[in-house]
């Protein structure tokens, strides 16, 4: 039975976009824009080993949103944007061709889930199991219930106590004496008395539960929906006896949780998901402005790897990222142009190697009449230079289908004029990425795909 989230104290105004869709209208443009430079100066979605272009480093950019006068289009982020009583949601281009999709919120938010299932890099504390209990009206709200429930279960059901590291100044010595302290703070004062100490007593009042509570008074304060005030109130009830204090992420980074108290180790996830993306303002617990942005070719890029490891790690070595590798040497003998392609398998019993680059890239509708068959030259030219520095055959670009009918692969074969003859095969699949019946099938679906293109690589028997 469907639990509906209910009682709306104050209505939001929501702006539905699809990546690169159409320009709508917005009421505060300047402050909304002013918001995402200062989420991206944060430096949330930079991948450190990439370098950033000269725009990117400009502390006025920011690539969620486009900005013409009064209207807004999103480029390639999918999530939420709150400022105030204002809401933008942000889904997926491969629903923007559906019919009705803005009334079908369910289902894209269900299959974001789904692909955060299998996702590693970007850590979601929650599972499309998660959604079963719940009918689905609003992004923000849908997170903060999902994020209240856990918090209210797991604190109610395994209260955590656990050692507290102090710093005290005592008459009569606990735990180890902090020697550098006690000849700053209390001998150079000539309080000779005051012994600095350092100890670690076992405690519900700890860095933990501090982090959650501050996490679910900034929640409190945000909800406009009575179900969600009523469980993040019982959870700062319960934590009546911690203190109240500000945390950042950067508390979080710092504590270590046994591997025993799991369901703790997903809520400081949860509680990354907040903090992270959290503007701070004069108000402690102020969180009228914050946002949930992931990028989709990295989501993209990190299901299908998850998928594979979690489906097929038995007979293949799946390596997440490979860039030990440089395409060329310069004149000084040093290796330039890292070379980092998505996903490198290799098979366990024959080694044979492929190369996986995913292509988060809508293509035609008629792409089969094409002579190319949708594929960009450029990403052909970098495929080559990959295969050819891996010393790889075989190459599979990526792609999320188009409509419910999965197109068969297309192969293209590049032939070497040296002397070895090798031929590198590059094939183009379609995966299914999605589906208007939601995401039940997507499992089985997606790995026979994923068998018969490897099945027939290995088997030497794709034409």
Known sequence: MQQHISGMLNQNKTTLLFEYGKWEPIEQPKALKQILKDIWNQKLFVDEEKELDEDAKDNRYQPFLKFDGQEIRANNFVGFIQNGDEVIEIYPKVFKNLDNAKDNKELMLRHIFYWFNYCRKWKFP???????TIDIKNFPELIINLIANQFLETVSKQPLTMYQQVEEAMQTPRGSINFKRYINNSLSNGNFQDIECDYEPFLFDNKVNRIIKYCARLLMNQTKISDNLIMLQEVIFIFDEVEDITCTVYDIEKISINTFFEEYILIMDSCKLILNQQLYSNNTYDLSQWCLLFPMEYIFEDFFAGFLEDKFSVDWDVKYQKSEKYLALNS??????????DIFLTEKSSKRKIIIDTKYKIREKDFKKGI????AQNDLYQMVSYAFKRGCTDVILVYPNISEDINGFDKFEIESCFEGKEKINIYAIEIPFWSQLGVGELDNRLENV???ILGSIINNNIK
């Not at 000084?332 to 392609?341: A, C, L, P, S, T």
């Open 126 to 132: 929650f599972n499309k199991a998660s959604l079963d």
């Open 450 to 452: 994923v068998n018969k």
């Open 372 to 375: 190319k068959r949708g594929v």
């Open 332 to 341: 000084e003998g040093k290796d330039v142009f890292n070379i980092q392609h």
